[in-house]
């Protein structure tokens, strides 16, 4: 079965430190693969999106990876602050089709 | 730029009723919407794709009957959700893309908690 998987529910780090997500897809050919950030009771608001022949996109202090093989994309947030507490979705697009599948989301806390 | 505002933000409704929701693209032409739904802790799942002046296409397991997606215009799409009863409780979210379908994020409106008593 199709599956998207993100590391942990829940993640906590220090402020300062960088924070790393993990999404983990199984069955899916991913054209692209998109990294959201949701706030309690708000949509989505996108971030990055990297194609599948990228290996590492960069945006601030945001980074994220794709590795097709290990099937496996990593969002890093360095320098992390109180204010990039909220949980983070990563999202794909398979090849051939519009939809956009969603993982189930980290929700970060950044520690003071 | 690329802003989709959607209302109500919550509704509370009695069983056996019906209640519309509103998305709409702001600064831009959405040929193309999305209505998801999500429930607390879980991911969000896709209901509908709504094509302007074309009916939408629903996703497995999504009644069309119950919930009806209007795309009257670029820039406007509904949802109505018909003879409401409390498992249709959640958060329902539009999102709308700015160009080709390929490449573009999603943009999606703030959501509306829906609470069926």
């Known amino acids: 079965s199709q599956k998207i998987e993100q590391n942990s529910e829940a993640l906590n780090i220090q402020e300062g430190k960088t924070a790393t997500l993990t999404c983990n897809y199984t069955n899916y050919s991913p054209a692209y693969l998109q990294w959201y950030r949701q706030d309690p009771g708000r949509g989505p608001v996108f971030l990055l999106l990297i194609r599948e022949n990228e290996k590492e996109k960069r945006k601030e202090r945001l980074k994220v990876t794709f590795d097709t093989t290990l099937k496996q994309s990593l969002f890093h947030i360095t320098a992390s602050q109180p204010a990039d507490s909220a949980t983070y979705l990563c999202a794909l697009k398979q090849t051939g089709a519009n939809n956009l599948f969603f993982g189930t989301g980290t929700r970060l806390t950044v520690i003071p | 730029g690329a802003v989709v505002s959607q209302h109500p933000s919550w509704v509370i409704c009695k069983s056996g009723t019906s209640v519309k929701i509103e998305c709409r693209s702001l600064?831009?032409?959405?040929?193309?919407m999305f209505w998801y739904r999500q429930f607390p802790k879980q991911s969000l799942m896709l209901m509908a794709t709504?094509?302007?002046?074309?009916?939408?296409?629903?996703e497995q397991g999504v009644e069309k009957d119950k919930f009806l997606i209007n795309h009257a215009s670029l820039t406007l799409s509904t949802l109505t959700v018909t003879s409401a009863h409390p498992e249709d409780s959640s958060f329902y979210i539009c999102?709308?893309?700015?160009?080709?379908?390929?490449?573009?994020?999603?943009?999606f409106g703030n959501g509306t908690r829906l609470t069926v008593t």
């Open positions: 709504s094509n302007e002046g074309s009916k939408a296409t629903y």
């Open positions: 600064d831009f032409q959405a040929t193309t």
């Open positions: 999102s709308a893309t700015q160009g080709p379908r390929g490449n573009s994020p999603l943009h």
